[in-house]
């Protein structure tokens, strides 16, 4: 069983409501299956996109994208096919995004950055 890591789940927060606010429709968050975790599952301009949330406290270990390594992507690829497979009724183009949030020591965003299509699919 995973643990819960509280600045995940923040930032995972974050970026649903910077979503919402950009119109995507957010359909389910944090859908998990053996080898990964889509953490945002949404909707926009009929595109199905899944979302790789990453959160740091600061970029003095890098910066959060440098943390989505290729198996990250590919695992994400097989996972967001799977999704789609049993999810009829939604859109049939696919996207995999990824939102990058930095949180300063008060708990504040002090950035995030919203990058398209990191998969190429």
């Known amino acids: 069983m995973k643990i819960a890591n ?4 923040k930032g995972e927060n974050v970026a649903a ?3 919402t606010d ?4 957010i359909i389910e968050m944090n859908f998990r299956k053996n080898y990964t975790e889509i953490d945002i599952i949404a909707v926009k301009d009929n595109i199905l996109v899944f979302f790789e949330v990453k959160t740091r406290y600061s970029d003095a270990f890098g910066k959060p ?3 989505i390594t290729r198996v990250k992507i590919k695992n994400l690829v097989k996972t967001a096919l799977l999704y789609a497979s049993f999810h009829q009724g939604l859109p049939k183009e696919l996207r995999i ?3 990058g949030i930095v949180i300063d020591g008060n708990g504040q965003v002090e950035n995030i950055e919203h990058v398209e299509n990191i998969s190429g699919f």
């Not at 509280?6 to 789940?9: A, D, H, I, Q």
């Not at 950009?22 to 429709?25: A, R, S």
């Open 6 to 9: 509280p600045l995940g789940k």
């Open 17 to 19: 409501h910077f979503l």
């Open 22 to 25: 950009k119109g995507y429709k």
């Open 65 to 67: 994208f440098e943390a």
């Open 97 to 99: 995004d990824a939102i």
